[in-house]
């Protein structure tokens, strides 16, 4: 059957360039997009970076409903997808029924709560737009803020925090913030960069509370203690958007489970962006990421795939991702998971360096802060699975050529 109604659920990154690939491709049947906000899609990465360092940013739209028109992209925005019918291929919003015959699944993902700290005024998590008008409409001057974890999202609201001039308090559950991500040892670099730009950092202790007349006052934290509050950024991670595929058949484990094309194995639908947990052969990993780079390129091919799936091509990728904090670019290539962590140029104490990644003979992953235009040439050879010698090899090269130039 040749597909003559592409529909995508989830109106971001990974739904909006699934959209945009099938008009590129060629594709003259319908296209509609459904999603529970009501904007246009939109970026996210700047909503926890430069949109809460001054009240003027503007929205950062993606594109004008005039341009999706021109796309003949249907919208039909405000209302989440409550269910999918895979055996009559229809999509259910409400009431309504919004037959398939490809279907591509982009619903991303929603930020995790705390419980303990529901029910007062003050509190948000930051995930949506919205989140992101609330929290930078609750920044005033004097207020003291406290991000409840201390990964990319919290460290960014804490930098964008101290920015404007608020005493800020980060609080993280574990030892060392962002182990998972970047390993203990740089994790625990990166978070020297809170206490030297002012921020107090508190780890090994979790919020088990808040007090306060209706609105947050303070954070009482698992060791006793308390922090005084009157904004609380709560940033303890994303869980994905997928209880609307119940009973679907589409089986979601922490992310819609997907081959390497992100075929989820039911005839039709595919997978893309912070919803989809796929194979990623070129590490030979099921891997989830939560990435802008991962988010683009999973919705077009994810489309491509739907539309054709005779021609279907796998998606493998190096996770790639940025952060900045207090001024300092940070960003990650590859994976983390190694058996060896070299700083192989700059100074760690300035916050200004680059780090690589071991995992038995291969360079798996590359860290660098403040080096914005090292990071794509060791993920390039990351991505042509580059040997730790000819890593080592060629970092020492650059090492040698920037010391020529100085």
Same mark, same amino acid.
């Given at each position: 059957?040749?597909?003559?109604?592409?529909?995508?659920?989830?109106?971001?990154?990974?739904?909006?360039?699934?959209?945009?690939?099938?008009?590129?491709?060629?594709?003259?049947?319908?296209?509609?997009?459904?999603?529970?906000?009501?904007?246009?899609?939109?970026?996210?990465?700047?909503?926890?970076?430069?949109?809460?360092?001054?009240?003027?940013?503007?929205?950062?739209?993606?594109?004008?409903?005039?341009?999706?028109?021109?796309?003949?992209?249907?919208?039909?925005?405000?209302?989440?997808?409550?269910?999918?019918?895979?055996?009559?291929?229809?999509?259910?919003?409400?009431?309504?029924?919004?037959?398939?015959?490809?279907?591509?699944?982009?619903?991303?993902?929603?930020?995790?709560?705390?419980?303990?700290?529901?029910?007062?005024?003050?509190?948000?998590?930051?995930?949506?737009?919205?989140?992101?008008?609330?929290?930078?409409?609750?920044?005033?001057?004097?207020?003291?803020?406290?991000?409840?974890?201390?990964?990319?999202?919290?460290?960014?609201?804490?930098?964008?925090?101290?920015?404007?001039?608020?005493?800020?308090?980060?609080?993280?559950?574990?030892?060392?913030?962002?182990?998972?991500?970047?390993?203990?040892?740089?994790?625990?670099?990166?978070?020297?960069?809170?206490?030297?730009?002012?921020?107090? $950092?508190? =780890? /090994? @202790?979790?919020? *088990?509370? #808040?007090? &306060? %007349?209706?609105?947050?006052?303070?954070?009482? !934290?698992? +060791?006793?203690?308390?922090?005084?509050?009157?904004?609380?950024?709560?940033?303890?991670?994303?869980?994905?958007?997928?209880?609307?595929?119940?009973?679907?058949?589409?089986?979601?484990?922490?992310?819609?489970?997907?081959?390497?094309? $992100?075929? =989820? /194995? @039911?005839?039709? *639908?595919? #997978?893309? &962006? %912070?919803?989809?947990?796929?194979?990623?052969? !070129?590490? +030979?990993?099921?891997?989830?990421?939560?990435?802008?780079?991962?988010?683009?390129?999973?919705?077009?091919?994810?489309?491509?795939?739907?539309?054709?799936?005779?021609?279907?091509?796998?998606?493998?990728?190096?996770?790639?991702?940025?952060?900045?904090?207090?001024?300092?670019?940070?960003?990650?290539? &590859?994976?983390?998971?190694?058996?060896?962590?070299?700083?192989? +140029?700059?100074?760690?104490?300035?916050?200004?360096?680059?780090?690589?990644?071991?995992?038995?003979?291969?360079?798996?992953?590359?860290?660098?802060?403040?080096?914005?235009?090292?990071?794509?040439?060791?993920?390039?050879?990351?991505?042509?699975?580059?040997?730790?010698?000819?890593?080592?090899?060629?970092?020492?090269?650059?090492?040698?050529?920037?010391?020529?130039?100085?």
């Amino acid at each position: 059957m040749t597909p003559s109604r592409l529909v995508v659920v989830g109106s971001s990154l990974a739904g909006l360039r699934a959209a945009e690939a099938a008009r590129r491709n060629g594709f003259t049947g319908t296209v509609t997009m459904i999603g529970a906000e009501d904007h246009l899609p939109y970026d996210k990465p700047p909503l926890s970076k430069a949109f809460l360092d001054a009240d003027d940013r503007p929205t950062p739209v993606y594109r004008d409903r005039e341009s999706l028109a021109e796309l003949g992209i249907d919208l039909v925005l405000g209302e989440p997808a409550t269910g999918l019918d895979t055996e009559v291929r229809s999509v259910q919003v409400g009431v309504r029924e919004i037959p398939y015959d490809a279907l591509v699944i982009a619903t991303g993902a929603r930020a995790r709560s705390l419980p303990a700290l529901e029910g007062h005024a003050g509190v948000h998590t930051l995930r949506t737009l919205d989140d992101a008008v609330a929290v930078r409409s609750a920044v005033s001057d004097g207020a003291h803020a406290v991000v409840i974890g201390a990964g990319f999202i919290g460290s960014e609201v804490a930098s964008s925090a101290r920015g404007r001039g608020l005493a800020t308090t980060v609080v993280e559950a574990s030892d060392t913030p962002l182990a998972r991500a970047i390993g203990e040892e740089m994790g625990a670099v990166c978070a020297r960069l809170h206490p030297a730009h002012g921020t107090a $950092l508190r =780890t /090994g @202790v979790t919020a *088990v509370g #808040a007090e &306060g %007349d209706g609105r947050v006052e303070r954070v009482v !934290l698992s +060791d006793g203690s308390t922090v005084d509050a009157d904004l609380v950024v709560v940033g303890v991670g994303a869980v994905p958007d997928t209880d609307w595929l119940a009973d679907s058949g589409v089986t979601a484990d922490d992310g819609v489970l997907a081959d390497a094309t $992100l075929a =989820t /194995g @039911v005839p039709g *639908v595919y #997978a893309a &962006g %912070d919803a989809v947990r796929w194979h990623n052969d !070129l590490f +030979d990993e099921t891997m989830r990421l939560e990435n802008w780079t991962s988010a683009a390129e999973q919705g077009a091919l994810a489309a491509r795939n739907a539309l054709d799936p005779a021609a279907a091509t796998p998606y493998s990728t190096v996770p790639y991702f940025w952060s900045d904090w207090y001024g300092v670019r940070i960003q990650f290539a &590859g994976v983390a998971r190694a058996d060896e962590v070299v700083v192989v +140029d700059g100074d760690v104490d300035a916050h200004r360096f680059v780090a690589l990644y071991r995992r038995g003979d291969r360079l798996v992953g590359a860290l660098t802060l403040a080096r914005p235009t090292e990071i794509m040439k060791y993920r390039a050879l990351i991505a042509r699975r580059a040997d730790w010698a000819e890593a080592l090899e060629f970092a020492a090269a650059r090492a040698e050529a920037a010391a020529a130039r100085c």
